[in-house]
């Protein structure tokens, strides 16, 4: 038996973002490895073995996932939203990277819907034109490389998507970004905190840079920065397609 | 009975990443509007009207929605990819912006797989970081605003997409936006053209900027562009979570 490895992306929540090619392949896996409320949402079967993890051990989770897959596993990888996206599918390649001894095994990645587009969906069409995606989690990255991030997308005039936007472990960071984006965009620039997206607790909360404050935005949320032509439409938000 | 118009994601090609949101959807449509190829990709059936319409009439498309929403149809205004991505979603708030009869009509964006996760699966994990999405078309935009936003992405030193790269009628924009690249981020970035991924036509190449040529895209070609830390990995592209 060949063993393999597909990372799979499950989408933002919920069943009917799912695509038919995961829903498929996870009918294949004979192991689902992942985070655990991710691997939660996989119903359990005869034959297939759950690997619920704990947050922040994605390279354990990936070398575990190349050592099963070595000795003839079909592994599912489960990621929420987009595996390639701020998820499981780097940390795979990473770890293949530190044991090159897993180079020639069967990687596939399987795109799902990223929290950003379903959150852009759920609001009308928020990065509708160009845009950036920015991770403000610093545990891999220093600060100034967001802070510097953050200004080069404002003076782009990109529409911005930030990922992990505040923890209890760093309180002060996205009080910083907002200041930044005030400094750099202005007080009227739209901002919308989307939290649990396409899940019964899904809210959508649009307000000016001036208006919004940190505690809008949780692990939960996903944030849209507007770019300078983003305006309301009734209970829309959108970016027109040409420039401002 | 009561109209409604949904804007939904067909995803880059194949049915297996047509989400179940949007073909349960388009079981209940009255209506199909769209670009010919996307039409196409509808299947006929009794109680179905399909309105297929040629490129860049994006605003009559919308119109045409709006109208028979108002009259009681079931639209579904198909897209390509993502709808919110350089695609319908924010044609059809424009049009709404612009005949604000139809500010009431029941409006719902459906997320699909967008083009550039879709080829960043297929080639690994290149946008494993914090990345930049632009449309390099300027049918609706200055080029200067294109050439700052490729300067501002580089100088953030994010991976980005590139949709629309390169057309008939601006044979030079692409090797303009090379020569930029290559100023702001050296020769030896990886870039990936990817052309008509998920389907059976798909086709990668990935290079370096110095060995990148204008007409190794065409306009079923989504290109990914590298941060300073992305490599290859065997056959893979991926760049790395942490900050390089």
Redesign the interface.
């Known amino acids: 038996m060949t063993g393999w490895i597909a990372i799979a992306g499950l989408?933002p929540g919920?069943?009917?973002?799912?695509?038919?090619?995961v829903t498929?392949t996870l009918t294949l896996a004979t192991d689902v490895i992942g985070y655990i409320p991710y691997v939660a949402r996989v119903a359990p079967r005869d034959g297939l073995t759950l690997h619920p993890s704990d947050n922040r051990v994605?390279l354990d989770r990936a070398l575990h996932a190349l050592q099963l897959a070595s000795r003839g596993a079909r592994v599912v990888v489960v990621s929420s939203g987009?595996?390639?996206?701020?998820a499981m599918?780097?940390?795979?390649?990473?770890a293949?990277?530190k044991h090159p001894e897993f180079?020639?095994t069967d990687?596939?990645?399987?795109?799902?819907?990223?929290a950003m587009?379903?959150a852009?969906?759920?609001a009308?069409?928020?990065?509708?034109?160009?845009?950036?995606?920015?991770?403000l989690s610093d545990n891999?990255?220093?600060w100034a490389?967001v802070e510097?991030?953050l200004?080069?997308?404002a003076?782009?005039?990109?529409a911005m998507a930030f990922y992990n936007p505040r923890s209890k472990s760093r309180p002060h960071q996205f009080e910083q970004t907002l200041d930044i984006l005030r400094e750099e965009c202005g007080p009227n620039r739209l901002i919308t905190f989307a939290r649990a997206v396409s899940t019964p607790q899904q809210m959508l909360n649009t307000v000016t840079l001036g208006e919004a404050t940190p505690d809008m935005a949780d692990m939960r949320t996903v944030v849209l920065v507007g770019n300078s032509a983003t305006?309301r439409?009734?209970r829309?938000v959108?970016?027109?397609?040409?420039?401002s």
Chains 1, 2 share one sequence.
């Open positions: 989408g919920a069943p009917s973002l799912v695509t038919p090619d498929d994605e987009d595996p390639g996206v701020f599918a780097s940390a795979v390649f990473e293949v990277e180079i020639d990687i596939r990645v399987l795109p799902g819907i990223t587009l379903a852009a969906a759920a009308g069409a928020p990065l509708g034109h160009d845009f950036c995606a920015i991770n891999l990255k220093p490389h510097n991030r200004r080069m997308a003076r782009g005039d990109f305006r439409l009734g829309y959108y970016t027109p397609r040409s420039a």
